[in-house]
Structure formats: structure tokens, C-alpha cells
């Protein structure tokens, strides 16, 4: 049907002055500057500098006509401007994700991007899936953060990602959850550890050596602690931190035994630097999910990736059990 003058849509107010005085790079730039409270973690996430994104403030600043921020000791807060600002970039940001995912299912999969947000240990599992799916649709990019738990349900909660992998659903979250894979945990030592070669140590013993385990927020440490809780004393944490692959370093260097995923010590194998202990208990099976909120509609490239990647599951598993013959890593 042909648009008359009657029958023609109504003009929206168009606000020229911002249009022609601020960019989308200056809304992106502030948009993580507010979420991460801080100038130069925002320059990390955006791979800029810190005084351009100073500069790149300060003109979007004026340009509202109003200061955005104030700083508050090392870092900085929206003032009620810059809450105003940060809500609407919000809505734009949502609106231009969604016609880029509509835009990319109109070109059936030959371009577009995948967004993942998944906990630590999922590092060692995902990138063979991610390198199989992308070799099957190259023109899809990929964004990946890794994270802990805590940051990973902050994403979640802010809906920043197409779909996230996690170790533990929280219980009252509105969410699709689809069981993904298995991540054991099993207790690795020195190879020169006298621990090596026995058969069922009891967990109890285990109390008796000192352990480098993982910071706050993870759901690995909350998971060995639960397990020595139920058994026994918990063993002295002699050190915490913040990677599996510091905690291996430590382990060979002799500071402590340790609880990690298998999938940490796939690159290892059997025969590498560390030791795996037959402990009563364990391994530990635990499971990850991929999650969305409820309700979300996924782009082409986003269920395509999640069709593919629950389909993979299962030969991985196998994998994985061939790879380590006498543990039952099933459940």
C-alpha cells in the first residue's frame, strides 16, 4: 500500500544536537566505564588507552551538557546524569544486539557473532567445540569471556551475552538450563608425593597435608569444601589462587596438594608433571549447563552453537574416559 501524507507514519522528535555531537564509540566507552567503575578497566576490556577514554568522556560530557561521573576515592560513579545516560545506552545497545541477530538470520549464518560467557574451567572443554563450529561457519566471530562464578552471574544477570556455561544454577533464577557436560574433580599431587600409588585414601588423611586451592567465588572451592565438611576436618589452605594453571605450578613445585578439574590436566595427560590420588570420594562429578534467561529469543547463530554443542557432548565424554582409563567419570 502506497504512504499519503494522511496515512504517513508520525515524525519521532529527533535530537540533533546529540546526534551530531556524540558517537557510538562514546556510548560504548561510557557504558563500560559505568558497569566496571573504572576508567582504566574499561580502557583494558575496549583495548584503548586511559586518556582516551578521559578525552573520549569528557567530550560526551559535554555534549549532555551535565558531568557524568564523580570520583569516589580510586574510582568513579555515575552522577544522575550519567544514570540517565547509562539507562538509555542500555536500550539502544539492546535494540542495535537485536537487529544485528535479525540481520544475521537473514543472511542464514554467513556472518554474525557468538557471545559466551563461561566459568573458568569450561576454558580446557570449549575451544575444540568452538574451533569444530566455526570451521563449519566461518564467517561467525566469536566473543568469550571466562570468568568465576560471581562475574558470570553478574553477566547473567545483565543479559551481556548470548548464552553463558555454569556449574551451578541458582535455584530461584528464571532461566533455560540444558545439562552440558561433565566436569570431574579429582585430587592431584606431586609424583613424587607419598600419597602416589595407594589404593582409597581415606579423605580424613587427606586433612593431614597442606592444599593450594582456588580464590573466593569459585565454585570448585565451594565444592571441596563441601565434600570435607561431610567427611572430616578441612585440610590448612596454604595458598589461594586465581588460575588452575598457578595452582598446577604450585603443586609440582611442592606446596601443596590440590583439587582441580580434569579437564585442567587434559594437555598433560596421564603421564605429565602431576599425579592424580585414588581418594575415597572422589572424583567429584559435577556437571555444567549452559543457561539464558527465560523467554530470550536466541539469534540463528546462537541456537545453532547450542544445537551443535549439546550434540558434540556425548563422544567427548567418551573421549574423556578413554583418556583415563579406571576412573569412573560418569557420575
Known amino acids: ?161 548470548d548464552l553463558y556455561i555454569v556449574g551451578a544454577v541458582p535455584e530461584d533464577a528464571d532461566l533455560e538450563t540444558y545439562p552440558f557436560a561433565p566436569n570431574p574433580l579429582v585430587v592431584v599431587a606431586p609424583r613424587d608425593h607419598p600419597l602416589v600409588g595407594r589404593k582409597n585414601i581415606p579423605i580424613e588423611e587427606l586433612a593431614s597435608y597442606p592444599f593450594v586451592g582456588r580464590e573466593p567465588g569459585s565454585g570448585t572451592r565451594d565444592a571441596v569444601r563441601r565434600m570435607f565438611l561431610e567427611k572430616g576436618p578441612l585440610p590448612e589452605v596454604k595458598m589461594e589462587l586465581g588460575s588452575n594453571e598457578a595452582i598446577k605450578h604450585a603443586v609440582v613445585a611442592g606446596l601443596g596438594l590440590a583439587v582441580l578439574s580434569l579437564h585442567s590436566l587434559t594437555l598433560d595427560g596421564p603421564d605429565g608433571p602431576l599425579a592424580l590420588l585414588d581418594v575415597e570420594g572422589f572424583p567429584i562429578v559435577r556437571q555444567w549447563y549452559v543457561v539464558h534467561p527465560k523467554g530470550k529469543e536466541l539469534s540463528l547463530v546462537a541456537q545453532a552453537f547450542l544445537d551443535f554443542a549439546l550434540a558434540a557432548v556425548p563422544a567427548k565424554r567418551d573421549q574423556m574416559c578413554a583418556s583415563w582409563p579406571g576412573l569412573n567419570l560418569r557420575g
Open 1 to 161: 500500500m502506497a504512504v499519503t501524507p494522511e496515512s504517513a507514519p508520525t515524525p519521532i522528535a529527533i535530537p540533533e544536537y546529540l546526534i551530531r555531537h556524540t558517537t557510538l564509540r562514546q556510548l560504548q566507552i561510557f557504558e563500560a566505564t559505568v558497569r566496571l567503575g573504572s576508567f582504566t578497566r574499561a580502557a583494558e576490556e575496549l583495548f584503548l588507552t586511559q586518556p582516551t577514554i578521559s578525552m573520549q568522556i569528557k567530550k560526551l560530557s559535554e555534549a549532555v551538557g551535565l558531568p557524568l561521573f564523580e570520583h569516589v576515592g580510586r574510582s568513579v560513579k555515575p552522577t544522575e546524569a550519567g544514570h540517565e545516560l547509562y539507562d538509555s545506552c542500555r536500550k539502544i545497545f539492546d535494540v542495535l544486539a537485536n537487529l544485528e541477530m535479525k540481520v544475521s538470520d537473514l543472511q542464514g549464518m554467513r556472518r554474525g557473532r557468538l557471545r559466551l560467557a563461561v566459568i573458568t574451567t569450561v576454558k580446557y572443554f570449549l575451544p575444540e567445540l568452538l574451533g569444530e563450529f566455526c570451521a563449519m561457519h566461518p564467517g561467525i566471530g566469536v566473543a568469550l569471556k571466562v570468568s568465576n562464578r560471581e562475574r558470570i552471574m553478574e553477566r547473567l544477570g545483565k543479559d551481556e551475552d
